[in-house]
């Protein structure tokens, strides 16, 4: 049985589309882009947030400091209209931001009245939308000089004005720790990635192992050594389970490297720091929340990986031996990936814990245990019962391999 698992192991390493779709790029292009995507977003946002924003006003010396407000705030320009066509100088981008007083409005803290001021714009993307937000932050600036006037003409106070502007103001005290909080989110997004690198990791290897040698008419000649068919099984399942278990633990710690590559080594030291302490940020970011993961929790990950793994080599092997051609094996495989990722998605929906019940769900178990092996949070008992149920459902799927691989009707389709 050993010397079919390394002929078959060294077949499949040597199989270039197994090593780029299983390997090469799960561990080093996938999170490469995923990191690289994620540091261009953030780039692209700073942007926004420092871009700087051309704005006009028409009427605006009836308000007086309005205008004054946008100019001294950094990273707005005012300028002239030269025509009365809004739409045009806006979709010119002549102007960002067009504000016109209306005839009739003066300063609230004169009226004592709510005043109405129209502006121009267009916001149809993300990008829009982070500019629109500092726009919306000198406006409200405006609106709270506004409120202390009229609450001096009013001859109220300072707190009577907080008063009337939100009369009960929420002072939130959250127990939660920030691991839990990122748990709630990174847990099932880490347990969606693994879970699918393990089921497309076994999908190479077992199309090469199963249909694969029906096409290549190895398969005979297999069948005719001293092995029983269970040792044969034995043997290209344990070759699927290496290759889709090898490629899951080092994508995880691909990732744990881009982490830190990501977060420290692409960091300015000196600037950065100093731009933390000045806005409260701590840093080191991803390695600091990862910081908090103990080893004995990243073993546990691992551990759940296994049987797991082992459920979606069974599976992929049994529909590969099945398929008559390469071509019908692959129309197999898209219901097993939706088997795969529909029960993640379970994990995402507000309220889905891990216990005893929830611990007896194929792939959904595992999702949940990870999430909260991210938050911290986990129940040891539960992860045992987890373990229990996934290995007894994996052992039954790898019999059933077994007897589904003896029946010549399968292995011999036409």
């Keep these: 049985m050993w010397l079919v698992y390394k002929k078959e192991l060294l077949e499949i390493l040597r199989d270039k589309k197994t090593l780029i779709f299983s390997i090469l790029l799960p561990t080093l292009i996938f999170p490469v882009l995923f990191f690289a995507i994620g540091k261009f977003t953030a780039t692209k946002t700073e942007e926004a947030e420092n871009k700087e924003i051309k704005v006009a006003f028409v009427n605006s010396e ?21 025509s009365n066509d809004y739409e045009s100088a806006i979709l010119d981008k002549k102007v960002d931001y067009i504000f016109e007083v209306p005839e009739g409005v003066a300063l609230p803290s004169s009226s004592q009245k709510q005043e109405v001021l129209k502006v121009y714009s267009k916001e149809s993307t993300r990008l829009d939308n982070i500019l629109g937000k500092r726009v919306d932050d000198v406006v409200d600036a405006f ?9 001096r003409n009013f001859n109220l106070t300072t707190d009577n004005v907080k008063a009337f502007n939100k009369p009960i103001l929420i002072e939130e005290n959250n127990f939660a720790s920030e691991r839990e909080k990122v748990g709630e989110f990174a847990g099932p997004m880490l347990a969606y990635l693994l879970i699918a690198l393990a089921v497309s990791g076994a999908m190479y290897p077992a199309l090469e192992l199963g249909v694969g040698e029906k096409e290549r008419g190895t398969l005979e000649t297999l069948l005719l050594t001293p092995m029983s068919k269970g040792q044969i099984v034995m043997a290209k399942f344990g ?4 290759a889709s278990f090898f490629t899951v633990i080092v994508t995880l710690l691909s990732y744990l490297f881009w982490v830190w590559i990501f977060t420290f080594a692409f960091e300015p ?21 990862l910081s908090n993961i103990s080893g004995l929790d990243l073993l546990l990950i691992a551990v759940l990986l296994v049987p797991l793994t082992s459920i979606f080599a069974s599976i992929m092997l049994s529909a590969s031996i099945y398929a008559k051609n390469m071509k019908e094996a692959q129309a197999y495989m898209s219901p097993i990936f939706m088997i795969g990722f529909m029960p993640v998605i379970v994990a995402f929906v507000p309220g889905m814990e891990l216990n005893v019940k929830t611990a007896m769900i194929p792939v959904t178990n595992v999702a949940l245990a990870m999430k909260d092996l991210i938050k911290g949070t986990v129940d040891y008992g539960l992860i045992t019962i987890l373990l229990v149920s996934t290995a007894v459902l994996a052992g039954g799927l790898l019999y059933w391999t077994t007897v589904f691989f003896k029946k010549e009707k399968v292995l011999f389709r036409s």
């Design 269 to 289: 030291s000196g600037v950065a720091a100093d731009a933390d302490s000045l806005t409260g940020k701590q840093s080191g970011g991803g390695l600091d929340f």
């Design 143 to 151: 609106n709270n000089t506004q409120r202390m006037e009229l609450g």
């Design 239 to 242: 070759v699927i389970f290496t």
């Design 62 to 82: 009836v308000l007086p400091g309005f205008a004054d407000l946008f100019t001294r705030e950094k990273g707005f320009i005012k300028v002239e209209l030269e």
